[in-house]
């Protein structure tokens, strides 16, 4: 079955991460506010993708949360899954479906991606939320260089009974294989390709265009998707040489 995504309103919560992922030029940004979100009463929309960042470092995340399952918004939360099962079992009740970060399939890659030793402590992460019955659906970036992974992912994902959600950008320089490769899953039950047109942002939501509500907040959006181009286009180089 496939999944409809991003067709609700997305609110991006902090740009702040936890991980520091190689791909991603999100943590490498300076410090800045939290994006403002100003949710009207009759403007209010049927589901929500809440995005970081990771959304769980947002001060604003349980109010909000409280303010949606008030309002019988359904909540779709975007995380890397790496935080205490106090914070899970605290907020749980309030999200409907976890799109849980997960770029490799094993403790060393996962590591060697996002720079963090937790691939463990996100396994046990996926078994509890499947253990409370959520819907969880593995979201995975997929570059030119990491695209290998995708076949023990795919094979995580059935083990553990989710579904998932590649994500791509088509302008990157993939070979006709790769390509072949991707077209293959789109076929495949429980699995979603969607493709990202911002070249460059390489980070986990793949989704830049979260809903803001104000112009300063555009504003610095725009200016924040220069820069991490900017960034990322400096990492390709670097890879390259
Ligand atoms: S890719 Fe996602 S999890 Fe990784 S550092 Fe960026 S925002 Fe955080």
């Known amino acids: 079955m496939h999944i409809p995504i991003f067709s609700q309103d997305t609110l991006q919560l902090t740009r702040r991460c ?15 506010q939290e994006p403002s979100i ?8 049927k589901t929500y993708h809440l995005v970081g960042g990771e959304p769980f470092l947002s001060q604003r995340l349980q109010k909000l949360l409280l303010f949606l399952k008030k309002k019988k918004c359904t909540v779709k939360f975007w995380t890397n899954g790496q935080f205490s099962l106090d914070k899970w079992t605290t907020l749980l009740p309030y999200i409907d479906t976890v799109f849980l970060y997960l770029p490799a399939s094993d403790a060393d890659t996962y590591r060697i991606i996002t720079g963090d030793d937790g691939y463990e402590d996100v396994m046990e992460k996926i078994d509890y939320l499947k253990s409370e019955e959520k819907t969880v659906i593995i979201n995975v970036p997929i570059q030119t260089d990491m695209i290998d992974l995708l076949p023990d992912i795919h094979a995580l994902a059935i083990q553990k009974k989710c579904n998932l959600l590649l994500h791509y950008c088509p302008q990157e320089a993939f070979a006709k294989d790769q390509v072949a490769l991707i077209n293959r899953y789109r076929r495949i039950p429980n699995v979603q390709v969607f ?8 980070y986990c939501v793949g989704y830049v265009d979260a ?13 924040e998707k220069v820069i991490t181009s900017f960034y990322s286009l400096l990492d ?6």
């Not at 991980?19 to 800045?32: D, F, N, R, V, Y």
């Not at 493709?195 to 390489?202: K, T, V």
């Not at 390709?236 to 040489?241: G, L, P, V």
């Open 18 to 32: 936890n991980l520091s992922c190689i791909t991603c030029a999100l943590w490498k940004l300076p410090p800045s």
């Open 38 to 45: 100003k949710l009207k009463n009759k403007q209010l929309k």
């Open 195 to 202: 493709e990202n047109h911002f070249p460059n942002a390489q």
């Open 211 to 223: 809903v803001v509500h104000d112009k300063k907040q555009i504003l610095q959006n725009w200016f």
């Open 236 to 241: 390709h180089r670097e890879h390259k040489r």
